[in-house]
């Protein structure tokens, strides 16, 4: 599959941005309904960290600590597109943000760790930069 994220921009400390990750060109017999979708963030000198899930189905999610509360994950099925909308950011959001698919029907943990072990085309996104100004 391909994905394509957009959204991203500079914005003050404590404001909100919204990510958007389209997919497309999916396999003979797959649909975006099979597929959990992630977002991860890099920042500069780091580890990709991973942030959040949502699967295909009943929509189970995950949200990692640093995110909950300030983040949402939401999926459009009709658009092939899922959101991340990011509320009161902060200096240390700064990062290139990613969006990955793989096809299960949960999210945890595990789940995320298995989209970063595919990182790369057919699995990730380009990224799209978010930049926080204190």
């Known amino acids: 599959v391909q994905l394509v994220e957009s959204g991203g921009g500079l914005v003050q400390a404590g404001g909100s941005l919204r990510l958007s990750c389209v997919v497309s060109?999916?396999?003979?017999?797959?649909?975006?309904?099979?597929?959990?979708i992630g977002w991860f963030r890099q920042a500069p000198g780091k580890e990709h960290e991973g942030l959040s899930c949502?699967?295909?189905?009943?929509?189970?999610?995950y949200y990692t600590d640093s995110v909950k509360g300030r983040f949402t994950i939401s999926r459009d099925n009709a658009k092939n597109t899922v959101y991340l909308q990011m509320n009161g950011l902060k200096a240390e959001d700064t990062a290139v943000y990613y969006c990955?698919?793989?096809?299960?029907?949960?999210?945890?943990?595990?789940?995320?760790?298995?989209?970063?072990?595919?990182?790369?085309?057919?699995?990730w996104g380009q990224g799209t930069q978010v930049t926080v100004s204190t």
């Open positions: 990955a698919a793989v096809v299960t029907t949960m999210c945890a943990t595990q789940t995320m760790d298995i989209m970063a072990r595919v990182r790369g085309p057919g699995a």
């Open positions: 060109g999916f396999s003979f017999g797959v649909s975006f309904g099979d597929y959990a």
């Open positions: 949502m699967s295909g189905g009943e929509g189970s999610t």
